[in-house]
């Protein structure tokens, strides 16, 4: 147990809908990613919060939106759903300036 | 940004040893990881680089070349459980920001 926690775990939605994934990082964590992985693909970033603020972005969809709450815990909004978005989304984080990313077992997405 | 290389798939036998590569360029610089993955779960952290040289971790080691650019993996005494995803990640330098190669897919034969 890697001590992230993503929900849900597995979530099916039609084309149109608008979702929206949680994550809890690890106790005194304070920087969040949020990864999409297709099917055989690697893992896309599409954003990363620190401490609340935005630190970088990725190749996010404008559909697409994220935050990081003052509890450190994030969420990810995706909108206008397609079913080119079915995928697993990951979280993950780590200190910040830490040696390490500890991943959750992610959100499987099935956009039908 | 970042761009990061590393081969689709290697086979190798069981016990033998498989020699993973990865290069990158890369705005920045703070350190390069790799991870295991295996399919439908989550990346788990093997390694970690920041500095020139190697690190050993049991049956797994990896080395970094700053200069040049390049990392490897290196998996020892392989077993089948070995089978999996291996994903090389740099660190950028001002963001932090963590970005993975596409993954290199080891399958241990008997």
């Known amino acids: 147990d890697s001590g992230v926690t993503q929900t849900p775990k597995h979530l099916i939605t039609a084309t149109g809908q608008r979702v929206t994934l949680r994550c ?18 690697g893992l896309q970033f599409l954003i990363q919060y620190y401490n609340g ?3 970088a972005k990725g190749n996010i969809l404008e559909r697409f939106s994220a935050q990081q709450f003052p509890d450190l815990h994030s969420e990810l909004n995706l909108s206008s759903l397609e079913l080119g978005d079915s995928a697993l989304y990951f979280c993950a ?17 099935t956009v039908v | 940004g970042q761009n990061i290389d590393q081969p689709t798939k290697m086979t190798a036998t069981e016990g033998a040893i498989v ?7 890369t705005s920045g610089f703070n350190g390069l990881f790799w991870y295991q993955q295996h399919a439908g779960e989550a990346p788990t952290f093997l390694s970690y680089n920041v500095l020139d040289g190697l690190e050993e971790k049991g049956r797994f080691s990896s080395f970094l070349s700053r200069s040049k650019g390049y990392s490897y993996l290196l998996l020892k005494e392989l077993q089948m459980k070995d089978s999996a ?14 970005s993975f190669g596409a993954g290199t897919t080891v399958t241990v034969r008997a």
Request: aromatic residues 14%; hydrophobic residues 20%; charged residues 25%.
């Open chain 2, 19 to 25: 020699q993973i590569n990865c290069t990158y360029q």
């Open chain 1, 24 to 41: 809890s990082p690890r106790s005194g964590d304070l920087s969040v990613y949020w990864y999409q992985q297709s099917l055989d693909q």
């Open chain 2, 85 to 98: 995803s291996y994903l090389c990640a740099v660190r950028g330098g001002r963001d932090y920001k963590l």
């Open chain 1, 93 to 109: 984080s780590s200190e910040g300036r830490g040696p390490e990313a500890f991943f959750g077992q992610g959100t499987r997405l």
């Open chain 1, 53 to 55: 603020e935005e630190r």
